[in-house]
């Protein structure tokens, strides 16, 4: 007879900054169902903004998630843009030109932060040491142009609220050269190891079917063969006018999610320059005073997938209603296809490769009888994550690394 | 022909409403009967995907919008519905047609207190355990 398990995993952990708590149900070392409980960190932003007048509010989905802290306002921005007649024809291409820069600098930081942490999870911690150090030139970039590491408060309903100095673009450039021999270093370490390929490759697979019914979006679906991205299937700042190319793998394991993020900071490195060489001057604001009564919808391709916004005005200065929906909304639900099927070792990262704001970890009890419950911390789930690419390195090498 | 045609041919009188504000947007207005055919046609047959649902509360009774995105030209048709009963809204789940639309319908059910028919496990999704129940804070008259 088959004894099923509880192991919950959950709900805090200090890595990322969005609680989380699964439980899965496992038989032996597979696990055979999961429940995904969120929730621990709603603050009713969506409620909030609707007392909030719509230059305020830019600020308040600023502070949704501190990764993809520009792709909130941008969504917000076009909404109400939308309602406005277009971003295109509304925001200078100055403006436009700068919003693409911040929206590319986010994904690289954002990507490297990931792959630092999926290093990590599967004991690799010189990736993850390497993939933090390359992310402070970014972060770095960012405080120059904004003043700010994260949250950079640059967008706002009608153009950007800060220009990019003249001086600075020639930093920016420099910046993006050094970066490029470490993707490409990162490229060779994780594409060309044998552990990471025996290790990544047919973990957490995600087929095209399933992504289609849990409507994932982003690399996550990437990954698996569905050809989205927002960017390109209704772009927006100026990317119809840029020279790039949407990555798609068909694997849809966790190997196959990596490789799409690490081939994107290639994308994201060349849509930089190219802004920073055609950037025209001008205005960045087309200084807007009023937004009329309608409805909008504003999506960007956020790091993880599109970030959905949609405004209903009254024609007052505060939206009647403000329905926000983030990537990983979408994206974690999926783990309950993803991580079933798979071994316990391997749910940390399969659970982790969807790039949630995920978090965790912290604290983990296994329940082997009700009577009998052990707890661990969320470290020993790591362990046992990292003891099992350890296995793998021997077998490759014969000797522990 | 096109998405657009192939709707306003297999909805046609169903379609009580058609609105495109905005290039890329199109509101279709149904009655809340037609909203799980209209959405089986969009996901099933035509190959959109579900983006969001949004729902909101007014003096004249509940609207939900169904959000589906055609990413081959990047446009969103939105299918409106409204409920009018105040006391006792209810729709049919799109839950049972694709598993996305889960989560989205248990958040609009504990914040709005609209009742999915059909529902797998409709549950609360973020709102806490110990949170009152009939209590619901997207609602116009909710006391903060």
Not at chain 1, 21 to 46: A, M, P, T, W
Not at chain 1, 86 to 107: C, F, H, K, M, N
Request: charged letters at 30%; glycine letters at 6%.
């Amino acid at each position: 007879m088959s004894h099923k398990v509880i192991v919950p995993i959950g709900p805090y952990h200090p890595l990322q900054e969005e609680p989380e708590f699964f439980q899965l149900y496992v038989e032996g070392e597979k696990v055979v169902d999961i429940d995904i409980i969120i929730g621990y960190n709603h603050r009713g932003i969506e409620k909030l903004s609707e007392s909030k007048h719509f230059d305020q509010v830019a600020f308040l989905v600023e502070r949704i998630c501190g990764i993809c802290s520009s792709s909130h306002p941008y969504a917000y921005v076009l909404a109400v843009e939308d309602i406005l007649g277009g971003e295109a024809s509304l925001v200078p291409e100055r403006a436009r030109y700068i919003r693409t820069i911040i929206d590319e600098l986010q994904r690289i930081h954002s990507h490297l932060l990931w792959l630092g942490l999926a290093g990590h999870f599967i004991g690799y911690n010189t990736v993850w040491m390497w993939a933090w150090k390359y992310r402070e030139p970014v972060l770095d970039c960012f405080e120059m142009i904004t003043g700010n590491r994260n949250n950079y408060a640059m967008l706002k309903v009608g153009g950007v609220r800060r220009d990019i100095k003249e001086e600075d673009i020639p930093l920016l450039k420099k910046m993006l050269d050094e970066l490029l021999p470490a993707v490409d270093m990162f490229k060779g370490a994780v594409m060309d190891d044998p552990v990471i390929q025996a290790r990544l490759k047919g973990i957490g697979v995600l087929t095209k079917r399933q992504v289609v019914d849990w409507c994932v979006v982003g690399p996550t679906a990437r990954a698996s063969g569905v050809n989205i991205d927002v960017r390109r299937d209704e772009p927006y700042g100026v990317y119809s006018q840029l020279d790039w190319n949407v990555i798609i793998e068909k694997d849809g394991d966790v190997f196959a999610k990596t490789v799409v993020r690490i081939l994107e900071l290639y994308e994201s490195i060349h849509i930089i320059r190219q802004c920073l060489d055609k950037i025209p001057k001008g205005e960045i604001d087309a200084d807007i005073k009023e937004v009329p009564p309608g409805e909008g919808i504003g999506r960007v391709e956020a790091p993880r997938g599109e970030c959905f916004h949609y405004i209903k005005s009254d024609g007052t200065n505060r939206p009647l209603r403000h329905k926000i929906r983030a990537p990983s909304y979408m994206n974690v639900a999926s783990n309950k296809v993803g991580a079933v099927g798979g071994t316990i070792s391997d749910a940390t990262i399969t659970l982790a490769a969807v790039d949630p704001c995920y978090c965790c970890t912290e604290r983990v009890a296994v329940i082997n009888k009700p009577e009998n419950k052990k707890i661990m911390n969320g470290w020993d789930l790591i362990k046992l994550s990292q003891e099992k690419t350890r296995d793998m390195q021997e077998r490759y090498y014969g000797r522990s690394k | 022909m096109d998405v657009k045609e192939q709707i306003k041919e297999k909805l046609a009188a169903k379609i009580l409403e058609w609105q495109e504000p905005s290039a890329k947007r199109i509101y279709l207005t149904l009655n809340k009967e037609d909203a799980f055919e209209a959405a089986k046609l969009l996901f099933k047959d035509l190959g959109f995907r579900f983006s969001t649902a949004s729902a909101t509360h007014t003096s004249l009774g509940f609207e939900i919008i169904y959000h589906f995105s055609f990413d081959k030209t990047g446009e969103i048709y939105s299918i409106r519905v409204f409920i009018e009963d105040q006391k006792h809204p209810e729709i049919d789940s799109l839950a049972p047609l694709f598993p996305g639309a889960e989560w989205i319908e248990r958040e609009i059910w504990e914040m709005l207190g609209i009742n999915f028919k059909g529902h797998p496990n409709l549950k609360r999704l973020l709102l806490a355990d110990d949170w009152p129940q009939d209590n619901y804070p997207l609602r116009q008259n909710h006391e903060s």
